[in-house]
């Protein structure tokens, strides 16, 4: 029996990271029989391959080389989706504590859905920087790494370090499946989505080679293809802080975004470039409202017709 989910690691010299957060996975409650895991290491010169490897005798884990030649992070998911088993893609990153429920939690929204959904989890600690940071990485050094279900009862319960997306969820009480744009919060630190729909829409898009935006471009897609997206607070997780702050990463992804923004040329995607400036994941589905801008799929149903029509009248 192929397993219910492949949850698939892409990293690049994050070795200590990763242990963490392949930690958290022998601990799911989801029987080991039901999830594959694929380590994807983007030309890694630390010992991430012995570390994946050592695993073997307590994860059905499959580990994926490609050679260093700079931010391939699209590519390494594809890799994963392309040897993927299971009907269903976790995407997590390096360092995310994923709560002993949280593929459990995906595969019941995948199982209680009516048809293709694209699930986001509740990732605590995304986009902490700066003293909020240290202090998060020394409770977690102080039991949190050690349990993680204990850490994560503690913040729901407190409120502390929460989901930077928090804002959005509660302007639309978690229900934002009809946004213009849903997928501008479909971030890939813990999502998941059907193998069968990643692979129709053809996967990340592997010309994006710097950091950002190829989760959102991939989200967009699956959002033509039909795909719902929802929220599952019981897919929770937490993001241990490394690495620059969110607001340098969103200044490093603009060059993405208008990269996107003119490889797909809808009105709404134009917008896109001005996401971290005069617009962000909290205004976006506001400013597109405000503006009248067409649904993405009906201006693309109407350019083709209208295409067509000049085609047959030539």
Not at 3 to 23: E, F
Not at 38 to 66: H, I, N, P
Not at 163 to 181: G, W
């Amino acid at each position: 029996m192929p397993p219910a989910c492949s949850v698939i690691i892409p990293t690049y010299n994050r070795a200590g990271l990763l242990r963490r957060t392949l930690d958290s996975l022998v601990a799911q409650t989801l029987p080991r029989a039901d999830f594959e895991v694929l380590v994807v290491d983007d030309g890694s010169s630390d010992d991430t391959a012995e570390l994946a490897r050592s695993y073997t005798d307590r994860l059905d884990l499959k580990y994926f080389f490609q050679p260093d030649e700079g931010w391939r992070v699209a590519q390494a998911r594809n890799v994963g989706i392309a040897h993927a088993a299971g009907a269903v893609c976790v995407m997590v990153d390096s360092g995310v504590l994923l709560h002993s429920g949280c593929l459990a939690a995906h595969l019941d929204s995948h199982r209680r859905a009516e048809g293709p959904v694209a699930v986001v989890g509740y990732v605590y600690g995304f986009g902490t920087d700066g003293d909020e940071a240290a202090e998060m990485v020394r409770a977690l050094e102080s039991g949190g790494f050690d349990d993680p279900d204990a850490f994560l009862d503690r913040l729901r319960e407190t409120g502390r370090w929460a989901d930077v997306r928090e804002l959005f969820y509660a302007k639309y009480a978690d229900e934002f499946a009809d946004l213009p744009a849903p997928w501008i919060i479909y971030w890939t630190c813990n999502v998941s989505a059907p193998t069968d729909r990643l692979r129709a829409v053809g996967g990340f898009d592997e010309q994006i080679r710097s950091w950002g935006g190829e989760d959102l471009e991939l989200g967009y897609r699956l959002h033509l293809d039909g795909v719902r997206f929802l929220l599952n607070r019981s897919a929770s997780s937490v993001h241990s802080p490394h690495g620059s702050s969110l607001a340098s990463r969103m200044a490093e992804a603009r060059g993405v975004h208008r990269y996107v923004a003119q490889k797909h040329g809808t009105p709404v995607m134009r917008l896109l470039p001005l996401l971290g400036g005069a617009l962000n994941f909290l205004t976006f589905n506001d400013v597109v409202k405000g503006r009248g801008l067409p649904d993405c799929r009906e201006y693309l149903r109407q350019q083709a017709t209208a295409s067509a029509a000049q085609g047959a009248g030539e």
